[in-house]
């Protein structure tokens, strides 16, 4: 995937990973894929990257995940949800607001069945911050789903905030719901 996204072919990027790992030890080779040895090298590498190029990495990500799994072409509810989490991550990452809601709700439902509630707060917290991304009854049904995640990991003061907001939206729209 990443070989796609950087417009690599696959044995060029591998013949660049294993380099990397033999020069550098900061990749190994963990059965058909490579990992970083410690996640705070990943951390300190991704610092390190202007974020306009971030931004770039994380839609290019996005892209080249979208056309393998050929996701575009299908109905959101129906992609598994590993691959609607990282679709949604990496568009919203990579400044794509409107492509990532396309897969918002079945990212959700995949990590709250899957009791990643901390994960769901935080992709809903990504979206949230969007730009005009979300606005009215939608913004106030995500934070009420949110809410509802809070609630369940304990983190009861953000919630009564996350209800608060959404009660204000939803006085101002007038919806009943």
């Known amino acids: 995937l990443v070989a796609e996204a950087a417009g690599l072919g696959a044995l060029p990027a591998l013949r660049r990973c294993g380099r990397i ?63 609607a989490v990282p679709l949604c991550e990496h568009f919203l990452r990579g400044g794509c607001g409107a492509r990532a809601l396309r897969y918002l709700d079945s990212a959700l439902d995949h990590l709250e069945a899957s009791h990643f509630h901390a994960a769901a707060v935080d992709l809903a917290d990504r979206a949230l911050a969007a730009e005009r991304l979300l606005g009215g009854e939608k913004r106030a049904n995500l934070l009420v789903r949110k809410a509802k995640r809070l609630g369940l990991l304990g983190r009861r003061p953000e919630e009564r905030v996350v209800l608060e907001e959404a009660l204000i939206l939803a006085e101002r729209t007038g919806g009943p719901r």
Do not use: K, N
């Open 21 to 83: 790992e033999r020069r550098h030890r900061l990749i190994h080779t963990a059965g058909r894929r490579f990992l970083f040895d410690h996640h705070q090298v990943q951390e300190v590498l991704y610092a390190g990257i202007s974020p306009q190029l971030r931004e770039r990495y994380h839609r290019a990500l996005a892209e080249a995940l979208e056309a393998r799994e050929g996701a575009d072409d299908q109905e959101p509810r129906r992609l598994e949800g590993a691959v």
